[in-house]
């Protein structure tokens, strides 16, 4: 945050607008025979190809007036297959609006020698993202002439500009395993900026830089293994090998003289923002007037904040292009009550502010975010510490909210500000808190179906899902911004994932965009073929939720620890009634799973003999406030438990019909 000011200072000199820089021609290194010749990958022995170098050149200068972060990269690579071939013979560069990509080229080696050029009038730059606002660009093109045996080989400059190399994370692992990666770094040097550059690596030992010429500094790291995703593992910076580069106070500081001083910096910038005025208390005074208790009172604060204003960075708002105009004249949180419409850091702030107005302790607690990385007070960068929720005293405890997180109920954050610390700014003894993690109970997901079958083995009739807490918050983000017609072919699509020919139709949501009540989906069902016959015999899988789903962790073996974004809790009833002339044959329930408190797992069968329904009800719980990640060692028995889970989804009833019901044959 001082090296934010300190650039602030700076920033008045410079005349910040984009130019295009003239590309310097440049030569491709000499490749080597023997790495032509290779036949099987160095690193990885089941490897598709393998970069034999990544290059990149990273130079933050101010030049004409002109403050920009220039990256080279400059990547050659063996091709060993078929699949090679199809997976690295066409690149996407992608990038975002702020970022100027030019100066590719490429070529590609074949095996007997020849180079073929890539052509200038083959690289094509292509919108590939393009919502809220929001544009991701890639600059695309296929290498010619690509064949197993071959090297190919490209380069590419992107100008970022008004920016320097500050809290940028360099990539060191890749998705194919690497020979060696170079960073070449320049960093800014003026002496109204005195702040050195520095980095930090994650994931892999550090290497020493060597200082070069011109200014740069390198390090390279070698015989980098592919990184390898791996179902339900930590964030990609917890397991992944990377580095981060970021411009720092050169005083040298404990953790405990850090962190009080970014929290003090905190509510000083912050202060004036959070005091009291005569509009704000009497809307927080007309919002609490019924209101008892701090949690009821921070409860009403956050369902006006939500009411009144409109929230222009969640699309679910639906805010107009006039609307988000308005809302960037907004300087105080009285300007964006006034106007009703802020973004989601105007809104948190007003509601600190009308905490604070209301008689409350309201204060900014910068936070961490678990699906990025684990915070680790350690280290001295607030990198890892960038976002924010607004912390109330209760009595001896500090209650957290999001008013901003339109689906974040009161009480809970979103999962990924769960369970993580909290810096609560203070104008002398700034202090960390941990946040509260929620119970499985919180976020449940309730299921219920009202099925027939036929004898034919066709399945059809009611279902009704709910999804509540982090379960519901995540369905709501993925259904909220999409039409009515979306939505539909989204839900189809969800049910054809399990069952290829499941026919879903009269399908209806309910309370997507509620940010109290659990998000319904209504549907009707029918599944042909959803039992199997064998003569007099219908088999089905009465667990009607789980039909066609794969096991959770089906590999061996782990690298990564296992890890889940929150605990939940499952709740379904299925019931299906049989065809006329059928009847269970031995029916018996799958055996119970008891890990408690971590994980349970039960179902109970009954069948209604007057009605000949089948009436299966199963419940699964996983997870607790204080257990959501498990080691690798641990990994055998996270599988076990659901491995058995699984197959106690997949047992199988046995039906026997009387002659009368069995069909005749076709």
Known sequence: MIYTRALNRLWPALVLTTVAFPAAAEDWRPVDPAQLALKEPAIEKDADAEALFWDVRVDDDLTLNYLRAVRKHYVRVKIFTARGKEAHGKVDIVFNRNVQVDSVAGRT????????????????????????????????????????GAIVEYRWKEMYMDQLTSSVVLPLQREIPVWSVTYHLKPLVLAEFPFPMRSQTFNVASQLWRKEENGFYSATYEKLPAFKEEPHMPPENEVRAWMLVYYSDPKEMTPETYWKEQGREIFKGFKDSLKPNSVLTAAAQEAVKDAATTEEKAARLVQLCRTRVKNTSDDAAHVSDEETKRSEKNRTPKDTLERGVGDGGQIDILFAALANAAGLDARIAFISDRSRCFFDVNFLQNYFLRGYVVAVRDGD??????????????????????????????????????????PAEKSVSRRRATLKLAADGTLEGD??????????????????????????????????????????????????????????????????????????RLFVQPAFFQKGMEPRFPAQERRHAVYFDYSWAEDDEVRIELPAGYALDHPESPAAIDVAPIATYAVTMQVENAANILVYRRKLQFGTPKVLIFEPKRYTAVKTFFDGVHKGDSHTMALVATAAAVPAAK
């Open 109 to 148: 080696i074949r095996p007997d020698g020849q180079v073929v050029e890539l052509q200038k009038e083959d690289v094509h730059e292509r919108t590939i993202v393009k919502r809220g606002g929001v544009r991701v660009s890639a600059m695309s093109f296929a290498l010619p002439a690509v064949e197993p």
């Open 397 to 438: 405890i500090w209650r957290m909210y999001e008013p901003s997180s339109r689906y974040a109920a009161p009480g809970m954050l979103r999962w990924q500000n769960e369970g993580v610390p909290a810096l609560v700014s203070d104008p002398k003894e700034p202090f960390f808190v941990t946040t509260p993690v929620s």
């Open 463 to 536: 279902v009704r899902l709910q999804y509540s807490g982090h379960a519901g918050s995540l369905r709501k983000e993925l259904h909220d911004g999409r039409t009515k017609e979306a939505r539909e072919e989204a839900v189809k699509g969800m049910a054809k994932d399990r069952l290829d020919n499941a026919e879903v139709t009269q399908i209806e949501l309910e309370d997507v965009t509620d940010p109290e009540t659990p998000i319904v989906l209504r549907y009707h069902i029918r599944v042909p073929g959803y039992a199997s016959r064998t003569g007099k």
